[in-house]
């Protein structure tokens, strides 16, 4: 059963009015916006408003109406879904700069997942319709959600193709090959706890740990303090 939580909001209009709530920061942030001329943007910021979101409150949940797109200005937000058991299936964390709820954008729909704030974050809204008219006027914001479409897609197909035909292990050795290469580093701290991370690659908490000891007495990688990972044998982890 699914824990309740409360919604995101402002308890009165002041509280989404300070500086972590900037709607600038929105429009600068993320890639469909910040390419644009200062007056679009200024067209932009007129259109925005701000939502608040404190630590284990709900953006919204499955099932809800969604007629909105949703840009995280500050903050980190995870979205997820529940299997008929309640069992969470992570299906990406959302950081400063990144969007969600882009279905919203061609009809009125259904929420499918939940999203669910990691820690205190700063949410900025624009309707449907509104965002409809800018789609229509400025042509490159439409490209540039296609091209976050495509590389959505291509991630969840990835990840799909993953779950049904690769080892855990493998799942985990690919996923860290992929951060260090993302991020042009073989040091990092892992990007979630390992229960998230564990959810997002379809195992348990217990075998995520396990498979990192495994890895490491195998010198594939060291394991740090506060979740800090170094590879140490990079194209060793990629034949895992």
Known sequence: MHKDHNTCGCSKSSDCNGTHGSHDSCINLVPIFNHLEDSQKDEILGLINSIKCKKGEMLYRAGEVSDSLYILSSGKIKI????ESGKEQLVRILRAGDFTGELAL??????EAFAEAMQDAWICTIKRSDLQELLLKYPSISLKLLNEFSSRLENSEKQTARFATEKVETRIALFLVEYAEDHD???FKLPMSRKDLASYLGTTPETISRKLFELEDAGLIIQKPKSEIEITDLEGLKLI
């Open 106 to 111: 061609f009809s009125e729909s259904i929420h």
């Open 185 to 187: 580093s073989l040091q």
């Open 80 to 83: 997820y879904r529940l299997s």
